[in-house]
């Protein structure tokens, strides 16, 4: 461990040097960064990591004025030995709302150049604005076309970006990173624009489509092309996605891949791959192991991570933390707090369960990487609370995409709890039906109440265990013609809004 104290920028500007060089080693080509995925290198590169996040602190301390005042309003004393569970919590609420974007880059200052300013969807609030360094950038850009070429191993495909563009940190980040790699064209989340696009160029090209899931789906669901001619692999973020959606896109393409980031930090923190995915649909057939692995009947989004870059930990209440462990960014991440729900697992520790199962690893993925594991179950400040349950938006849209006949005929969903005029609790669920349904029956409000009702009791433990406590006519259901009620007015440049 390190200490603070005269000789600080020393030791900083040293360990920031070896750092610095070894991620330059690991980073070369694909061939070195594949190395990274071995088990025999995993203890080494969280060792590296958590040196990461010491020097992060150690120049966050010296030179960013948030960080400094931060530390000591929250109480924490700089002298002595070092441990980063010891750090307080950054969040939105203490620490970006509090201080100005000048006070939390270093030196109290936005860099004079090469520069870029992305703003979050506003989702979940007022949307916050967050500083790159063209060093930061860069960092993004190298690790997302490593990944491209460890996964699709393939040049000449185009590349088509259909994330909202401007301001928002995912779209302009992905074209910006990817551009060497292939033939891009950056659509935005345009449905019509992705039919011209692929009926010009036709199904000749190896075609990647980025974007939200809603909106995927919609295309998928809605375009007038027959999408079995075409070779299309999908690349979706921004939100969780679902088994039955994954299992209903893959039916129009050779791959379903979800990568998790968040503008308040980077962009592709971690991918999924083909063992994560494979362990999610076991946990979802095999309740006991997902019990054991995440403590939840329901398992949660599964990806792998690379612990060079990110320190991620749990606290108390079982949200996830992040360090991240480069020093190119403008401003430091220390412990941010994100508000998502779950957790992180070794290879070895997910090897060791699924022994007690009898499964052995290789029987997911026969070549996988080593490298950890990040479950996500989605926002804790998003999510409905009745009787106690905490229900989350994935529930619904796991009811919904699980059920070929809900899958077909509703596009999206809100969620709201209310107190009535007797002060009765009631869980309201608002569906809108999609622009173009199937040919089956509509369907009515009892028989989907009925299946909203027994499907929430299927997929949320915790509701179950609460639904002895209440009248079942205490959920509501209530249903809306596309694009009218609350579903009026949608942007559809950013993220869906689950919660009312």
Not at 119 to 129: A, I, K, Q, R
Not at 311 to 316: A, L, M, Y
Request: glycine share 8%.
């Amino acid at each position: 461990m390190l200490f603070m104290g005269p000789d600080t920028s020393f030791v900083l500007r040293s360990v920031l040097w070896v750092l610095w060089l070894l991620r330059r080693v690991f980073s070369i080509d694909g061939r070195t960064y594949a190395v990274m995925h071995l088990s025999q290198v995993q203890w080494f590169l969280a060792r590296v990591g958590r040196m990461g996040a010491h020097a992060a602190y150690l120049k966050a301390v010296q030179s960013c004025p948030a960080y400094q005042d931060f530390l000591d309003k929250m109480g924490h004393k700089t002298n002595g030995r070092w441990r980063l569970e010891a750090l307080p919590e950054m969040t939105k609420e203490n620490y970006v709302r509090k201080y100005s974007i000048e006070q939390r880059c270093y030196g109290g200052a936005i860099p004079k150049a090469g520069v870029v300013i992305d703003e979050s969807s506003g989702s979940t609030g007022m949307p916050n604005n967050w500083v790159r360094s063209a060093a930061e950038r860069a960092d993004v850009k190298r690790i997302l076309q490593l990944n491209y070429q460890l996964i699709y191993r393939d040049s000449g495909c185009i590349l088509l970006n259909c994330f909202a563009l401007g301001p928002w940190a995912t779209g302009m980040n992905i074209s910006m990173s990817l551009v060497e790699m292939g033939i891009l064209k950056s659509i935005g989340p345009d449905q019509k624009k992705l039919e011209n696009t692929l009926e010009l160029f036709g199904p000749t090209y190896h075609y990647l489509i980025f974007g939200y899931p809603p909106f995927i789906r919609a295309f998928v669901d809605e375009t007038r092309l027959d999408l079995s001619k075409y070779q299309i692999d999908l690349i979706v973020g921004g939100e969780g996605l679902s088994e039955g959606l994954r299992s209903q896109l893959r039916k129009s393409a050779r791959s379903v891949i979800s990568s998790y980031g968040a503008s308040d930090l980077e962009i592709n923190i971690a991918v999924e791959t083909e063992l994560t995915i494979a362990l999610r649909r076991l946990c979802l057939k095999n309740e006991s192991l997902s019990r054991e692995l995440f403590g939840r009947e329901t398992p949660p989004m599964i990806f792998q991570y690379n612990p060079l870059d990110y320190t991620i930990e749990t606290n108390r209440d079982n949200e996830l933390l992040f360090t991240i462990g480069r020093q190119s960014g403008a401003a430091p991440k220390i412990r941010y707090n994100l508000r998502d729900s779950g957790g992180v697992f070794s290879l070895g520790s997910l090897s060791r369960v699924l022994k007690k199962h009898d499964i052995p690893l290789s029987t997911l993925a026969a070549r996988h990487s080593f490298l950890p594991v990040l479950f996500v179950y989605g926002r804790n400040d998003a999510t409905v609370p009745f009787y106690g349950a905490k229900i989350y938006p994935a529930d619904l849209e796991r009811i919904i995409n699980e059920d070929p006949t809900l899958a077909g005929q509703i596009h999206s969903f809100q969620l709201k709890a209310i107190e009535d005029e007797h002060l009765r609790n009631k869980f309201q669920v608002h569906l809108e039906w999609s622009k173009k349904r199937g040919g089956g029956v509509r369907l009515e409000i009892d028989k989907l109440h009925g299946m909203i009702f027994s499907g929430l009791i299927r997929v949320n433990q915790d509701f179950r265990e609460v639904s002895k406590m209440f009248d079942s006519s205490q959920v509501e259901v209530f249903l809306y013609e596309y694009e009218t009620g609350p579903f009026a007015g949608r942007d559809i440049r950013i993220k869906n809004k689950y919660i009312a």
